[in-house]
């Protein structure tokens, strides 16, 4: 897999990132190694082994419909970096 | 050249449980903004979402009714995309595996039976509640994690009116299996259509719109019609069409571009194990569930013998449909009670604004009511009085009649009295009726209704007019 200076951009497009021009070229060539870095692994035969999600073998772990605490507003707002009467305060984002 | 619109629905619907998907925080309606949040629905670093039982039955009955085969296993994925009303940067969803796949809604429009095949339906979580203001964007996370059900139709659909029926079915369907309450003026089922053309005869599908934002069965429709209609003007400009997501503006009533479509990447979830469902936890599922609207009003026209119409339309919601089961098991006219219940309880709800359960007039109260008249105690015209009374008050028929002196008078030496009086202050009119005008008569019965303002019973004063007559 070779990784593109246009691949870096729309990455960094949808992580709504500025980067500048050697960021893109530093970024790329950085991507670029560790997707190859991890290409390895497809040099394992995986044909039998089935995909996992979890290491273990649980299935069904489900909780009761109980309705428990919530937090405080107070504490949820706690590591806002803007809030106001309740909200958390975002720059405004219509798309 | 002749274009066909093709139409695919994605709706989302909110299922009723008490807590959320995967924590406990409550999923109650109109809380304070983030005061039903927690370290699970924030996605706090650490925090671990384990989910709710309720959140997997509800989606199996959801399938169930919608004729889906439920698979035996399926799991979660995170759908990774940035936006400010997902407090974790992934929403959990079901991508890889869903819950249930190939399902269908028969529809009838125009009395032609259609097949809306659904491609599948899965479990998700819903996200925040954002407000633009100017400048800034307030953000509600108490709808983050509540628990979704979507369902995706194949686009099986050709016109808005089969989109409208369709919706109407899969409601109807989804609220007998008490799945959700699917009110979309609430948000509780929201639907995305995807609309394209092509020419009519061919096969191929071609580039869509997804058009966003309606918040009625009837803004859908509009849209739906809106959008083919200006994609036609596309097409005869020669525009090339491209894939993007539009808006439905319901004021001007125009569709307007909101953003290209990007699809969002999904992974697995690593803190979720699979859902592995047995035989036995779906057909005690199925167990569950009541007779759906179709097969009920087939056999509301089978076992009462009343009209399709009439069947279909006391069918259109469970509750209605117990309630008409209940009045039939009361008294034992089918037909008399369907009426009533068309044309005077449901013009009064209509009116009030409330459901069948907020309703005063019991079955009980309804049929005792329809008694009355059989018996002769009050007339039609009077009951239709007397049952907006009974609406308003939720006291019994009798005790109506009772207490406003409004019952009919079938007392023979009560009305001989009346009808004499009447005879006497009418001789021109007798003498008119004895040579043989018999309009007359008809004068007579309703000087003697006037005089008893309407308590009479016509037939009986009928019958002593003429009997005194001859």
């Given at each position: 897999m070779k990784i593109s200076k246009k691949d870096v951009e729309y990455v960094a497009k949808l992580a709504k990132l500025k980067l500048s021009e050697k960021e893109k070229e530093k970024f790329t060539k950085q991507l670029d190694q560790i997707l190859k870095y991890v290409d390895?692994?497809?040099?394992?035969?995986?044909?039998?082994v089935k995909p996992t999600s979890?290491?273990?073998?649980?299935?069904?772990?489900f909780r009761e419909d109980k309705v428990g605490k919530s937090l405080e507003v107070e504490k949820v707002l706690e590591n806002a970096p803007e809030k106001a009467r309740g909200f958390f305060k975002v720059p405004k984002i219509i798309d | 050249m002749e274009y066909e619109a093709i139409i695919g629905l994605e709706i989302h619907v909110q299922s009723k449980t008490e807590s959320k998907m995967f924590c406990s925080c409550s999923t109650e309606?109109?809380?304070?903004?983030?005061?039903?949040?927690c370290p699970v629905c924030l996605g706090l670093p650490g925090a671990l979402p384990v989910l709710n039982e309720k959140v997997v039955e509800q989606a199996v009955k959801a399938a169930l009714v919608l004729n889906c085969d439920v698979l035996k296993v399926s799991s979660f994925d995170k759908k990774i995309y940035f936006y400010p009303d997902l407090p974790k940067g992934y929403q959990i969803s079901q991508y890889?595996?869903?819950?249930?796949?190939?399902g269908y809604v028969d529809i009838k429009v125009k009395n032609k039976r259609r097949r809306v095949r659904i491609r599948h339906l899965h479990m998700e979580e819903d996200v925040g509640k954002l407000i633009h203001q100017k400048g800034m964007s307030l953000v509600d996370f108490?709808?983050?994690?509540?628990p979704l059900i979507e369902i995706v139709a194949e686009p099986d659909i050709r016109s808005s009116e089969e989109a409208g029926e369709f919706l109407m079915c899969l409601r109807s369907n989804l609220r007998y299996a008490g799945v959700s309450e699917c009110n979309m003026e609430e948000g509780s089922l929201r639907c995305d259509a995807n609309v394209s053309l092509r020419p009519l005869g061919t096969r191929k599908l071609y580039t869509k719109t997804e058009v966003k934002n309606m918040n009625s069965f009837k803004h859908v429709m509009k849209a739906i019609e809106y959008e083919i209609k200006r994609q036609k003007r596309s097409v005869k400009k020669g525009e090339a069409a491209v894939l993007h997501t539009r808006c439905w503006d319901p004021e001007r009533g125009v569709t307007v571009p909101m953003r290209g479509k990007a699809p969002a990447p999904c992974i697995s979830h690593s803190d979720l194990g699979p859902v592995i469902l047995d035989e036995e936890f779906i057909a005690s599922l199925r167990s569950q569930l009541p007779e759906l609207p179709l097969d009920r009003s087939e056999r509301f026209i089978q076992q009462y013998g009343i009209p399709a119409s009439d069947a279909s339309i006391l069918t259109s919601s469970k509750e209605l449909a117990d309630y008409y089961e209940e009045c039939v098991k009361l008294y034992k006219k089918p037909k008399v009670i369907a009426n009533w219940i068309m044309s005077d309880l449901l013009r009064e709800l209509k009116e009030k604004d409330i459901g069948i359960r907020e309703c005063k007039v019991s079955p009980e109260h309804l049929a005792e009511m329809i008694t009355l008249i059989d018996k002769g105690s009050i007339s039609g015209k009077m009951a239709k009085d007397v049952f907006v009374e009974m609406f308003e008050t939720g006291e019994k028929a009798s005790q109506i009649v009772k207490e406003k002196g409004?019952?009919?008078?079938?007392?023979k030496e009560a009305l001989v009295k009346i009808v004499d009086k009447t005879l006497q202050e009418n001789p021109k009119v007798v003498e008119d009726y004895k040579k043989g005008k018999e309009k007359a008569l008809g004068y007579l019965v309703g000087q003697v209704m006037k005089e008893t303002k309407g308590r009479a019973n016509p037939k009986l004063v009928n019958k002593l007019l003429e009997k005194k007559l001859k």
């Open positions: 390895k692994l497809n040099e394992l035969d995986t044909e039998k979890h290491v273990l073998p649980l299935k069904n772990v | 309606f109109g809380a304070p903004p983030n005061s039903q949040v890889y595996q869903p819950l249930a796949k190939s108490n709808r983050a994690s509540l409004l019952a009919q008078i079938s007392d």
